[in-house]
């Protein structure tokens, strides 16, 4: 099952030896050699790295639930993969390379902690198996609302990895959403789009029943499609009645779908999607929020 690519371990000095070619399948002898010759790494040239970036990606749901792959390795895997969909909105040009490199900290801190949880790593599984797009949203989400808190707000630790579970859960309601619907590519009919509208709610519900998630990460799932003029849902709240939490995982989330090409439209660029969000601010955000917000994702935004 291993994509075609070639392998290397690193010899005495900087040279890299080939250990597997290009057309040879990855065998057991492969992995017992690895072992005999207590080789750490295995290197594979960077143009190969799409075609492995794209088996893991495929391979994500399995990985997480077989018995037969390490905790450390799921880590590993788990973070790997989350650092490419960081990466796919952190690395565009207007985007500080400080603020990329904390990203990938903080994500780096919470899958750590997702992984020693096998309660938190069951719930991840089933947004991986969902669809990627989701869980590919979802780190990006989680990304920049952990981003946003730490360099708006005073948080501990703690908080911050709870904000961190409800930004990279927000969206779990929608793996109870039929995929005919989420994969949809043309506008969807009210019906559906009522469909779609639960699964704020009913990812909460899920959760809650789980009884393990803190009031921060629950918060976030529930009401991050409010709105702060109260014509959001589930429950309509207005204003600061929506936690702090869930109103910055609200400004997070609509900024990642704009970025981020749909089955039914293209991406918009950076600038169309904060001149988008700029003309609803004071409606859908709190105002001084997604200025905050702004200026932290915009470093070449003019200052006030
Ligand atoms: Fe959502
Ligand atoms: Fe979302």
């Known amino acids: 099952m291993f994509p075609a690519i070639a392998l290397y371990t690193k010899g005495t000095g900087s040279n890299y030896v080939l250990y597997k070619p290009y057309d040879r399948p990855f065998t057991l002898a492969d992995k017992d050699r690895l072992e005999r010759t207590n080789k750490q790494n295995i290197y594979i040239r960077s143009d190969d790295s799409p075609d492995l970036t794209a088996y893991i990606e495929e391979n994500l749901s399995g990985f997480l639930v077989d018995d037969s792959i390490s905790q450390r390795s799921k880590n590993m895997v788990l973070y790997q993969t989350s650092m490419e969909f960081v990466a796919e909105i952190m690395e565009a040009p207007h985007m500080l390379a400080a603020n990329f490199t904390r990203c990938k900290g903080l994500i780096r801190n919470l899958m750590k902690h997702v992984s020693t949880s096998a309660s938190l790593l069951s719930v991840l599984q089933e947004v991986a198996a969902g669809h990627l797009y989701i869980l590919s949203h979802s780190v990006k989400v989680a990304a920049l609302t952990m981003l946003m808190h730490e360099k708006a707000f005073?948080?501990?630790?703690?908080?911050?990895?709870?904000?961190?579970?409800?930004?990279?859960?927000?969206?779990?309601?929608?793996?109870?959403?039929?995929?005919?619907?989420?994969?949809?590519?043309?506008?969807?009919?009210?019906?559906?789009?009522?469909?779609?509208?639960?699964?704020?709610?009913?990812?909460?519900?899920?959760?809650?029943?789980?009884?393990?998630?803190?009031?921060?990460?629950?918060?976030?799932?529930?009401?991050?499609?409010?709105?702060?003029?109260?014509?959001?849902?589930?429950?309509?709240?207005?204003?600061?009645?929506i936690s702090r939490s869930a109103q910055v995982a609200a400004v997070c989330d609509i900024y990642c779908a704009l970025v981020s090409d749909r089955a039914y439209r293209k991406a918009s660029s950076h600038a169309e999607a904060i001149r988008i969000m700029t003309s609803e601010a004071g409606g859908t955000f709190n105002k001084e929020l997604f200025e905050q917000f702004r200026k932290i994702v915009d470093s070449q935004a003019p200052v006030g």
């Open 154 to 241: 005073n948080i501990c630790q703690d908080e911050m990895l709870d904000v961190g579970i409800g930004g990279i859960l927000h969206d779990i309601g929608m793996t109870l959403i039929s995929p005919d619907i989420l994969e949809k590519p043309e506008a969807l009919s009210n019906i559906e789009y009522e469909t779609v509208k639960t699964h704020s709610q009913k990812g909460y519900e899920l959760l809650n029943k789980a009884g393990v998630f803190s009031d921060i990460t629950l918060t976030i799932v529930r009401h991050h499609h409010e709105k702060w003029d109260g014509t959001g849902y589930p429950a309509k709240l207005k204003g600061n009645n």
